[in-house]
């Protein structure tokens, strides 16, 4: 499988200017075109039999007209010049018969520029990286987890890699291309008797192959992670300290952006709506969205509009400063974009919680009694009140130390209440993803049991 190439970064961008200009010449006031060029491979292993494998490449291009502040969109996997033209036409005869809308159309030229290089997303290796060794990799992980004796299944480990180039341009005259690769290595594994089995995973997903976790540190961190959960109890209900581990903490934070997205506050689907400058969250607390962090999964030279991404500065030392705007969002609230616009409303760079002092044990040694919370289930959690009710399991603290595992629980609070209550931020911040956060400690809240 051939990956994305310069000489065709080359052709894509002049493919995208050309039909920029078409759409100009064919009576769009305003148009953009998004290209995407990419090879993605996948290997899913289990038991150590490949259960499914991919590689393929993905070609496809995107449109936005705007006519009289009307706006349509077309897309196809066809890049030949007349079957996209053809679209074009089209889609500018439906720009005609929508709705106008005035805050529609696309945003000026910005005048920073932002390099791509020195954001490192391209690892070179990728393309000497053969399917054997990728294959491998997988199956030495679930290999390493399986020999424990603790573990009695496997959902399996998988392997993902990516090298994908996106090209932008649009008639305000913007035109920028950057390529990005991604590797991803996992393995979920069960324990325990039939009738009371416990389960978890690990990941690690890098930028660049050298970077990824091992497969011996994915697998014992896998293997920990699910054996801690073995003979879990109940506990009676009550209000106790919750400790976040960090993937806990970063689905918190996904909330936390549901409700800063600016397509979210025009439309009053979210409680900090009227709350720009209010204390929102402990002075402990800072949290920032920052598309120009080298080698971080979020990172981007530009948005989805062609806008340079940047850092902004979320929630300082509990104060909400910023909402995160794409340019239709931003032109609804009367502010500007923040340079967060991801196809259709605002979408996270790297959006994260700034690190504390504490380790996650000493966070741990501060609770005479409360929960360690790992994994939660459901959906509960309401933007427009903030309110967070949730199943979940974890490790009940007692006398300031883990005690046992416990399940059949939920807990639940409010947003506000939660952030507010931070009392201990970790120093064990890693960027997994997009969205993530270090352990935390919140003062209180309900876990509901027995």
Not at 115 to 137: M, N, V
Not at 291 to 312: I, K, N, V
Not at 338 to 362: C, I, V, W
Request: aromatic share 6%; charged share 25%.
């Amino acid at each position: 499988m051939t990956t994305p190439d310069g000489a065709g970064a080359g052709r894509l961008l002049e493919l995208a200017e050309k039909l920029v200009d078409f759409g100009r010449r064919s009576g769009a006031d305003e148009i953009e075109v998004a290209i995407g060029d990419g090879v993605e491979f996948s290997v899913d292993v289990r038991m150590g039999q490949i259960e499914s494998l991919v590689e393929a490449g993905t070609r496809g291009i995107g449109f936005r007209v705007i006519k009289d502040h009307k706006t349509a969109f077309a897309s196809s996997s066809d890049l030949r010049e007349e079957t996209v033209r053809d679209l074009i036409r089209n889609a500018i005869r439906r720009a005609e018969m929508a709705s106008p809308d005035p805050f529609s159309g696309l945003p000026a030229l910005s005048s920073t520029l932002v390099d791509p290089a020195p954001l490192d997303l391209f690892d070179p290796e990728i393309e000497r990286l053969d399917p054997r060794t990728k294959i491998g990799l997988a199956v030495e992980t679930e290999r390493i987890a399986l020999s424990d004796k603790r573990i009695t299944n496997s959902y399996g480990a998988g392997f993902v890699s990516g090298d994908a180039r996106s090209v932008l341009a649009n008639s305000n005259g913007f035109l920028g291309e950057y390529r990005r690769t991604h590797f991803d290595l996992s393995v979920a594994l069960q324990a325990g008797p039939t009738d009371d089995r416990v389960e978890d995973f690990w990941f690690s997903a890098e930028t660049h192959l050298r970077d990824l976790d091992p497969p011996e540190k994915i697998a014992r961190t896998a293997i920990a992670r699910t054996v801690r959960q073995l003979g879990p109890r109940k506990v009676p209900t009550r209000r106790v300290p919750v400790i976040f581990e960090p993937l806990m903490t970063s689905g918190l934070l996904g909330f936390l952006f549901s409700c800063v997205s600016g397509t979210s506050v025009y439309q009053r689907s979210t409680y900090l709506a009227e709350r720009l400058g209010t204390r929102i969250a402990s002075d402990r607390i800072t949290i920032v969205d920052n598309g120009l962090m080298p080698r971080r999964p979020g990172s981007s030279p530009f948005d989805a509009e062609g806008l340079p991404c940047r850092r902004t500065k979320v929630v300082s030392r509990g104060i909400l400063e910023s909402f995160l705007c794409d340019t239709y969002a931003a032109r609804k609230l009367g502010s500007s974009s923040t340079g967060n616009a991801a196809g259709s409303g605002a979408g996270p760079n790297n959006f994260y919680m700034e690190a504390g002092p504490h380790s996650p044990e000493e966070i741990i040694r501060s609770c005479p009694e409360g929960l360690l919370l790992i994994r939660t289930l459901g959906h509960g959690m309401n933007p427009v009140t903030g309110d967070i009710s949730r199943g979940a399991f974890g490790l009940w603290i007692e006398k300031s130390e883990i005690a046992y595992p416990v399940s059949e629980i939920t807990i639940s609070g409010n947003l506000d209440e939660v952030l507010k209550g931070i009392e201990m931020v970790g120093n064990d911040l890693e960027f997994r993803g997009a969205i993530c956060g270090p352990t935390i400690k919140v003062a209180e809240m309900l876990v509901a049991g027995y």
